[in-house]
Structure formats: structure tokens, C-alpha cells
T-cell receptor, first 116, second 114 residues
């Protein structure tokens, strides 16, 4: 069974630009979550999508947005990039339960974003 | 709100000796607790999880953790360290009924020496 895949793996952008990251979950998984990892702030939850709806949201500005498609693939968009957005962005998928109980999340390798 | 505190940012052990990585949690609700491992330039891998069943949880690669409510702790142990265990370990908490919103600790870097 294929794992979680993220594209691209590496990305270099300049301040003010926008970027879109993609995540393909494990087949059959309906929940996709996004996390930002930086040396200073550690791992922080961005948002979770379940059945094309945002179910949970972290404390990030509105420049960070996401969406999920009917095949459960998800994209994350960051507009008006800032230097501080340089980070490893991790996507995780899980089967997802309608009752909201946490289930095992499987992480992808991440997209390394560098903002110059 | 829930949170976890990893008490050591760096732990160094000799190969073949026990490993202890400490984690305390804070949660107003019955928490789900996890340990994840991250090897250099790799994604996160789940070692084990606690979801209010048995308090002693066995994971992969010989790791286990014990949930102690009275001490609000969820320490990770392994009887004998291997060189391949060198990595960063994260203690993670999730609120029951809160979906998949994970709150990560700051991580413990484990070094294994010959």
C-alpha cells in the first residue's frame, strides 16, 4: 500500500509570492491534516480536512488556507509569503471517524519550503 | 487546552543500555497520547499510542510507554538501545473527540553512542 505522498519535495519562493503544496493520502483515508515544522516553533497544527470539510483549524493567519477534493487529496496554499514561512510542511492522513475520535495518522515526507 | 512537556531536549545513551524519554501531559479531558519518531530528513513515524485502554502500551521496535494518570506522565522506554534508534522523538497529545488535531511536544533528540 502506497504511503502518503507530498509534492513538491522542495520549493524555493521569494517574499510576496504564493505557493500551493499537494498531498495525496493513503488509499481509503478520508482525513488529511497539515502541520508546519520550524526550528523555533517546532511542530504546529495548521488544519484538518475530513470529507472535503475543514474540521479543525490551528492558530495561523488567513494567508494559510487549504482544501480537500472528493478523492481525499488535499492542497495547502500560502499567499503573500513571508521569510518566517520557511519550514517543513508535513501532511498526515488517517481513516478518519465521524465521531471525531483521534485515530492513527500517517505522515508524508514533507515539503521543504524556503522563502528568500 | 491540552499540552505536553518533554523534560529533556537531548538524551545520550550507550548502545545496549536502557532508554528513558520523559513526557508529562496536561489535559482537561481524557487524552489520547502518542509517541512519534523522526529520523533525519524523514517524515514522522508512529511508535505507539494510548487511547484509554491498557495503561502499558507496547509499540514498534521494542519501545513501550506507561500512562500514569496520577503523575500525568507518559514516559517512553526501551530496554536496550540500538544505533538505529538515534533520532528525534515527539510526545503528542490529542483531545478525545477533537478530531485529529495533534499538539506536539518540543522533541527529545536521542543520541546513541558505541
Amino acid at each position: 500500500k502506497a504511503g502518503v505522498t507530498q509534492t513538491p519535495r522542495y520549493l524555493i519562493k521569494t517574499r510576496g509570492q504564493q505557493v500551493t503544496l499537494s498531498c495525496s493520502p493513503i488509499s481509503g483515508h478520508r482525513s488529511v491534516s497539515w502541520y508546519q515544522q520550524t526550528p523555533g516553533q517546532g511542530l504546529q497544527f495548521l488544519f484538518e480536512y475530513f470529507s472535503e470539510t475543514q474540521r479543525n483549524k490551528g492558530n495561523f493567519p488567513g494567508r494559510f488556507s487549504g482544501r480537500q477534493f472528493s478523492n481525499s487529496r488535499s492542497e495547502m496554499n500560502v499567499s503573500t509569503l513571508e521569510l518566517g514561512d520557511s519550514a517543513l510542511y508535513l501532511c498526515a492522513s488517517s481513516r478518519g471517524s465521524s465521531g471525531g475520535a483521534p485515530d492513527t495518522q500517517y505522515f508524508g515526507p514533507g515539503t521543504r519550503l524556503t522563502v528568500l | 487546552a491540552q499540552s505536553v512537556t518533554q523534560l529533556d531536549s537531548h538524551v545520550s545513551v550507550s548502545e545496549g543500555t536502557p532508554v528513558l524519554l520523559r513526557c508529562n501531559y496536561s489535559s482537561s479531558y481524557s487524552p489520547s497520547l502518542f509517541w512519534y519518531v523522526q529520523h533525519p530528513n524523514k517524515g514522522l513515524q508512529l511508535l505507539l499510542k494510548y487511547t484509554s485502554a491498557a495503561t502499558l502500551v507496547k509499540g514498534i521496535n521494542g519501545f513501550e510507554a506507561e500512562f500514569k494518570k496520577s503523575e500525568t506522565s507518559f514516559h517512553l522506554t526501551k530496554p536496550s538501545a540500538h544505533m538505529s534508534d538515534a533520532a528525534e522523538y515527539f510526545c503528542v497529545v490529542s483531545k478525545a473527540g477533537g478530531g485529529n488535531k495533534l499538539t506536539f511536544g518540543t522533541g527529545t533528540q536521542l543520541k546513541v553512542e558505541l
